[in-house]
Structures are given as structure tokens and as C-alpha cells.
């Protein structure tokens, strides 16, 4: 086995959403000797190539870890699309910057996590931003990562078209979703400039970070799991053998990877890990609390004359169903032209697609052997509630129902796909069950939590329960899915907890 030369004061796995930020924070301080792994390839600063710098196309399956996943009853194999490459997810992602609400955020708190309040990280969340719009108060003017709020003159005219109509089915307009108000209709906040998509290696693996001498970056490393000695972390095992040794080590490789290493390092709910042959080292539910939002694509071909298709993401209708509980947002509908897809029409086309974003149900991650190459066992669970069934129903009618408003319909020239979207309650529910897709927001495999909670995993600073030198910084460890898109909520989650243990 072949060591690795010195070893790190801390070793980050996986340069994504978050181990990018850690990465580019924790190696301010000269005297910290910081080593990224990234499993995709390291484009550095200025190598991107142009299908990941496009923010109009969405997904990138030469940059994807190949995973599939159990949506739901009728949807036994959707594609779980995560971003292989540095950057992680931000490099492939639709680009929508919008922040979990401050409801979210008071449900973690409600559930022990006191200090994870709206006012706690609202000052992370403007210390990560860069925009020249919006009130001073909740923005950020001089942060890495750029975010511009769209304008209507910048929509195509089919999502301006959609505003229109939920403005004609008494939504309010909402002109800053990232402000105090998130219950209505308006065009997104994106973290793109000028078409390119600003993903968390560009901004905050600058050419200048990089050259400090003590942060070291390396691309196309799996790591397998982690090494301990009595308790402790001591480094890591990549998928080939080699050792990479480190006084501390942070696992940021997202709520899929993060979770399978655990659980390859024995970390897990002991009765799945001994018949696998892993041996048991902390009894922790992780992978028991997979949650994400279930996501139904409904695809219209546009009418002659109405075929712009870019930007590709545009407006978002947030909103409550009758069952919502008070103050929450629990549907959103959006409206976003998917370029690239291979269904494409001549004419262009425009997907106003449905999410329950505070689901009920929950999933699991799993593994099917030790074998660090193998995907993990991902069932969504999706809709596997009635609530969670009858609220998406009543989200799917509001979109339907958006389609057909005499402001939107003479945009479209027909729905592509489903086939249809039936009036009868039982038929649009088995409709909805049968075209599920991730909305590509997973969470919380390894929550955050006090360390008598049965279901969490780490602490509020990410520390794993009952060992030492071992933490977990990404999605995996919000404890509730927020209702929202999570790539700013990941990005906030690694400057806070990198500034309140590290930096302070």
C-alpha cells in the first residue's frame, strides 16, 4: 500500500457543493495543510469544458455517476443524476439559486438544532452571494458566488406567458423569491453570468486558491472508506489501495456518496453491515432518512412562433396545498424549456413540471456488497405517503390547470409527454406515479442531531456521533428537506460550519 507523502491536517472528500467551499476556506489559513479527492475529473479553473459551462444545458451524462434509483410504486427505475466532476452537482445543475425558507430552517430548530435558525444563517447565505439586486438586508454584494435575479425581459416568452397565468389564477408576484416573500409566482434567482454556470470549483477554486501551497487538489480518486484507530480518523482507503493519511477527515461527497463510504467504513445500522462483512464500528441510522423532492415532468410542444428557448430555466410557481401546514410552501411548479432533451420536436418545447418539495415519506440508501465501484441501493420512496399522493395530485391539477389558462395556452401545441393528463382523480394519480424523475435535491442520509435523537447521525457541526476526527459536511446532513432547491443551502451549510470550527 502506498502512502500518501505527508499526511493532511484535513482530508476532504469530494470537491462538490461543498468540498469545494471547504476546501477553498479551510486552506486561508497557511499553517493547515488541506487535501481535496475529487472522484470526477479536475478541470481546474479555466479547463471546464463548454457543456458544463452552459447553463442551458441541463445534465451532463459523461459527467454523472451512472446511478438509478427506486422512485415510487409505479416508477420501480428512475435515473438518479448526480455530477461526477469537481464542482460536483453545481457543475451540471439546472443553476437555480434560491435558498431554503426561514420556515424550513425553524422546523431544525424546533427539532433540537437551535442554532440553525433563519437569523443564523442568513448571514452565510449573504456572505456566500455576490448580486446587485434585492434588498441590502437579506443580499450579499462582494460573496464568491455570483447570483442575478432574472427579469421578465430576459424569459422566453412562453415563461413569461406562465407568470401571466398564475397572476390570472390569483398568485401574488414575487420579484425576489431569496426576500421575505417566497408564496407566489416570478422568475428565478440563478448562479449563472452571461450563460455560464458559476459552479462551486470556478468560484471557489480559483486559479489563485490553487496555487497556495497548502491545499493539493486530485481528480479521479474513489475513496472507498475511511481508516481508524481506536475511534479515530486517520485517513482514507481509495478504490485502488492506496492510503491517504490525515489528522482529520471531512466527508463531503454528497447524500448518496457520503453515506455508501460510511457505511463501507462500518458506519451504519449494524444488522445491514454484518451480513454485507463489514464490521460494525458505530450503530448510526445512516441511510434511513433519504429525502427528496418527487418530481413530475409534464413536456408541451410550443406553438409555431414561440420556440425561444433560452435561458432553459425560468419562472417557479411556490405555493401551499390544502394540506400544507401553517406557513409552509409545499408545491412548487416550474416552468423550464429542457434543451438537449431526445425527445425534441423541431419546435422547441417547454416542461412545466410539478414537485412536492415537504414530502412525508422517506427512503433509504444501502449497500450491495463492499465494493466501492458498486452504486449504492437508492429508493426514493416517493409518494409513499396518501398525503404525500393527494398533495402531488392537487400540485400536477395546478400545473394542468395552468396550461390550459387563455395567458399561457396559445404558447403550447400540445402536451409530449405524459400522453395525457386525465381529469379523473385515480387515473392522474396513476398517471403521476408512472412519470416520476428526481428533482435532483437528496437529503438527509447522515442528519444533524443531538446524539440521543434516533435518527441522527452527526452532530450541529457535522461531527459523527461516538468517533473522533470524522465529519460530514453536504446535504446529507440537513435534517429535513427544505422546500426548496438545495445547492445554495449546501454551499451556506460549508461556509458556517467552516468558519464556526475552523476559522474561529
Not at 318 to 325: D, I, L, P, V
Amino acid at each position: 500500500m502506498s502512502h500518501s507523502v505527508a499526511p493532511a491536517d484535513v482530508l476532504i472528500v469530494g470537491g462538490g457543493s461543498a468540498g469545494a467551499v471547504l476546501a477553498a476556506r479551510l486552506s486561508e489559513n497557511p499553517a493547515r495543510r488541506v487535501v481535496l479527492l475529487e472522484a470526477g475529473p479536475d478541470y481546474g479553473p479555466t479547463r471546464f469544458p463548454a457543456a458544463l459551462l452552459d447553463a442551458n444545458r441541463i445534465a451532463d451524462l459523461d459527467h454523472d455517476w451512472g446511478y438509478t434509483s427506486r422512485g415510487g410504486r409505479l416508477s420501480p427505475e428512475i435515473a438518479a443524476l448526480r455530477g461526477k466532476v469537481i464542482g460536483g452537482s453545481s457543475a451540471v445543475n439546472a443553476g437555480a439559486a434560491l435558498r431554503a425558507r426561514a420556515r424550513d430552517f425553524a422546523r431544525w430548530a424546533e427539532n433540537g438544532l437551535d442554532d440553525w435558525s433563519f437569523a443564523d444563517v442568513l448571514p452565510y447565505f449573504r456572505a456566500l452571494e455576490n448580486t446587485p439586486t434585492g434588498q441590502d438586508e437579506f443580499h450579499g454584494r462582494s460573496g464568491p458566488m455570483p447570483v442575478r435575479q432574472l427579469a421578465d425581459s430576459e424569459l422566453t416568452p412562453a415563461h413569461r406567458a406562465f407568470i401571466d397565468a398564475a397572476v390570472a389564477h390569483g398568485h401574488k408576484r414575487v420579484t425576489d423569491f431569496n426576500g421575505t416573500e417566497q408564496d407566489g409566482v416570478g422568475a428565478f434567482a440563478v448562479n449563472v453570468l452571461d450563460g455560464i454556470r458559476q459552479n462551486t470549483a470556478l468560484v471557489y477554486l480559483t486559479a489563485e486558491v490553487r496555487a497556495r501551497p497548502n491545499l493539493t487538489v486530485h481528480g479521479a480518486v474513489t475513496v472507498d472508506r475511511i481508516l481508524f484507530r481506536d475511534g479515530r480518523a486517520t485517513g482514507v482507503v481509495t478504490a485502488d489501495g492506496a492510503l491517504h493519511d490525515a489528522d482529520e477527515v471531512i466527508l463531503s461527497a454528497g447524500t448518496y456518496g457520503s453515506a455508501a463510504i460510511l457505511l463501507r467504513s462500518g458506519i451504519g445500522p449494524a444488522d445491514e453491515l454484518a451480513p454485507l462483512g463489514i464490521e460494525p464500528l458505530a450503530d448510526l441510522p445512516v441511510g434511513q432518512h433519504l429525502q427528496d423532492h418527487p418530481f413530475c415532468p409534464a413536456v408541451y410542444a410550443l406553438a409555431p412562433g414561440r420556440g425561444e428557448m433560452a435561458p432553459a430555466l425560468g419562472a417557479l410557481l411556490w405555493t401551499a396545498s390544502s394540506e400544507a401546514a401553517d406557513g409552509e410552501l409545499d408545491l412548487n411548479v416550474v416552468a423550464v424549456h429542457p434543451n438537449g432533451a431526445p425527445f425534441m420536436p423541431p419546435g422547441g418545447v417547454i416542461a412545466l413540471s410539478t414537485a412536492l418539495v415537504l414530502p412525508e415519506a422517506q427512503g433509504t440508501v444501502r449497500l450491495t456488497g463492499r465494493d466501492p465501484l458498486a452504486q449504492p441501493l437508492i429508493d426514493h420512496n416517493y409518494l409513499g405517503t396518501e398525503r404525500d399522493r393527494r398533495r402531488m395530485l392537487e400540485g400536477v391539477r395546478i400545473a394542468r390547470d395552468l396550461a390550459r389558462d387563455p395567458a399561457l395556452a396559445p404558447s403550447l401545441a400540445g402536451l409530449l409527454m405524459p400522453r395525457e393528463l386525465p381529469d379523473d382523480a385515480e387515473e392522474l394519480t396513476r398517471v403521476i406515479e408512472s412519470s416520476l424523475s428526481v428533482y435532483g435535491h437528496p437529503t438527509s442520509t447522515a442528519p444533524m442531531g443531538a446524539a440521543d435523537s434516533p435518527q441522527a447521525v452527526v452532530d450541529s457541526r457535522g461531527a459523527v456521533h461516538g468517533l473522533a476526527a470524522l465529519r460530514v459536511v453536504d446535504a446529507s446532513i440537513i435534517p429535513y428537506v427544505p422546500s426548496s432547491v438545495t445547492n445554495l443551502t449546501t454551499i451556506m451549510i460549508a461556509e458556517r460550519i467552516a468558519d464556526l470550527v475552523y476559522n474561529r
